[in-house]
């Protein structure tokens, strides 16, 4: 596991977004696994920039998004089908038949998953899959307690998740109480994991994630298993880590071979 600590949110978005460019750039047929949420705002606005002015091209791109609110339709505006248009489909040349968003309306849960998972499959597996981090050290939507083998299923969010969650709902609209959402299993069988976090709410995840036991309760946890994870984080979201200045040295002297990658 590598960790990378930068000064500023900014900064850890815009380093994300490059990593993110650079696979594009060197696979043009990639396989992303695409992640939601506010920590994902400046990445996707990178991209489509760098779309924009630079023409980073998404035709051959194929996308699989981590997760979905259960009981959302793909045009409910606070989906995350919808929040990948206003963030990203939309801004960049991806073909709408090479992304793909878990059906929050599947009537059938069980054979959506394992269609998902094949789809997945089919396309030769994840190249790079993209994850954000709860303040409870989740992954996708896999809470403490889950399965750190799991495939992709239906779960029930925890209360500190739908208070977190609720900042993305209107007033007087209760969010869902159920998500589908990839497994760590899933997680883990990406070739490789680009996880970003800032802010102090989330340092004592990213501590427990980076320097603690791999344990259910810390789903992110499991990463520390990972062949390939690259964690980047802010100087806020580091505050705990106990081997921050190793981390800090150890990218700083990176061999020249090595950096970029």
Not at 187 to 206: E, F, Q
Not at 221 to 234: E, F, G, N, W, Y
């Amino acid at each position: 596991m590598e960790v990378i600590i930068l000064p500023s949110p900014k900064e850890v978005e815009q380093m994300g977004g490059q990593l993110l460019a650079q696979q594009v750039r060197s696979k043009p047929n990639s396989v992303l696994g695409l992640a939601t949420g506010a920590t994902m705002h400046g990445v996707y606005t990178y991209l489509s920039e760098q779309h924009a002015k630079d023409g980073l091209d998404f035709a051959a791109i194929r996308s699989f998004n981590l997760d979905e609110y259960y009981g959302l339709g793909p045009h409910h505006p606070c989906s995350y089908h919808t929040y990948m248009c206003q963030h990203l489909f939309e801004r960049v040349n991806i073909q709408p038949e090479n992304t793909r968003v878990p059906d929050g309306l599947a009537p059938d849960v069980q054979a959506h998953c394992q269609e998902y998972e094949a789809a997945i499959e089919r396309a030769g597996g994840i190249d790079l899959q993209l994850l954000g981090l709860g303040e409870d050290g989740h992954i996708g939507f896999n809470e403490p307690s889950s399965s750190l083998s799991a495939g992709m299923r239906i779960k029930t969010l925890t209360p500190m998740t739908r208070r977190t969650n609720q900042r993305d709902f209107p007033p007087g609209e209760t969010m869902p109480m159920h998500v589908l959402t990839l497994g760590v299993g899933n997680i883990l069988a990406a070739r490789r994991c680009l996880l970003l976090a800032h802010g102090a709410k989330k340092a004592p995840a990213v501590q427990a994630m980076v320097e603690g036991p791999i344990t259910a309760m810390c789903p992110a946890s499991a990463l520390q298993q990972h062949r390939s994870t690259t964690v980047i984080v802010d100087e806020a979201a580091a505050a705990f880590l106990q081997l921050a200045d190793y981390f800090r040295c150890v990218y700083e002297h990176k061999p020249d071979w090595q950096k970029g990658r």
